[in-house]
């Protein structure tokens, strides 16, 4: 079965190139043109991916994002954001509400469908394992059962955040670069935003609650898990 990919966006120029760039590529694609009509898809459909306009009628692509985020059947829905680039603000709230990536129009359609398999193959991969646990103080990683417990408790995380941590608890004790780990995390080659690895690092330490100290800032260069 391909994968399916469900794209909400309320110009049909944008809805027919994605489209057409994503069967070619081998996904089976629905479409949506509202906010209302992206959620009922959603439920409908159970795609593996949802590329989400932030400026859609009847609802925005941010209230879109924070229902299906907020419900647990569809929280784990990995959701890749389409933005302008005059919507950092809306962009970075995105990333905070839980969205794997985003795609700033105009875009390469080559690109897009990169990001996408990139969320796929995060979203479905298990992390490398070198045993079946990672443990730091508190911070206990199931590689298995791809689960978080912080003090006993387990703790949802995203896979992109899952795997920043699992990253950063394997290399603890090294200072990792934003460049790196938009490599090994996201797997881009090139330098985009760096501010997708301060967001989502934000988001690790907003988690981790008392344990978010053991993730220390390098300033100027990356982070690091201390030892």
């Known amino acids: 079965m391909n994968p399916k990919i469900?794209?909400?966006?309320?110009?049909?120029?944008?809805?027919?190139?994605?489209?057409?760039?994503?069967?070619?590529?081998?996904?089976?694609?629905?479409?949506a043109l509202d906010g209302p009509a992206a959620l009922a898809a959603v439920r409908e459909q159970s795609p593996s991916l949802l590329i989400l306009d932030l400026m859609l009628p009847g609802m925005s692509g941010l209230e879109?994002?924070?229902?299906?985020?907020?419900?647990?059947?569809?929280?784990?829905?990995?959701?890749?954001?389409?933005?302008?680039?005059?919507?950092?603000?809306d962009r970075i709230v995105g990333l905070e509400l839980g969205a794997e990536?985003?795609?700033?129009?105009?875009?390469?359609?080559?690109?897009?469908?990169l990001r996408?398999?990139?969320?796929?193959k995060r979203s479905t991969a298990k992390p490398e394992s070198n045993g079946d646990r990672l443990v730091l103080g508190g911070i206990v990683i199931d590689?298995?059962?791809?689960?978080?417990?912080?003090?006993?408790q387990t703790v949802d995380f995203t896979a992109t955040e899952l795997k920043l941590l699992t990253l950063l608890m394997e290399r603890r004790g090294r200072?990792?670069?934003?460049?790196?780990?938009?490599?090994?995390?996201w797997g881009y080659e090139s330098v985009i935003d760096t501010r997708t690895v301060d967001t989502h690092i934000r988001r690790l330490r907003e988690k981790l609650g008392d344990a978010a100290d053991c993730i220390e800032t390098v300033r100027g260069f990356g982070y690091r898990i201390a030892e």
């Open 143 to 152: 590689r298995l059962r791809m689960e978080v417990t912080i003090g006993g």
């Open 64 to 89: 879109v994002c924070r229902a299906l985020k907020a419900d647990p059947a569809t929280a784990a829905l990995p959701i890749l954001m389409l933005t302008a680039k005059a919507e950092e603000v």
């Open 116 to 120: 996408v398999k990139n969320v796929l």
């Open 6 to 31: 469900l794209v909400a966006d309320d110009e049909p120029d944008v809805l027919n190139l994605v489209a057409t760039n994503l069967r070619a590529a081998g996904f089976e694609v629905f479409q």
């Open 175 to 185: 200072v990792q670069s934003r460049e790196v780990l938009l490599n090994d995390v």
């Open 101 to 113: 990536d985003y795609v700033t129009k105009p875009f390469s359609p080559r690109e897009l469908v």
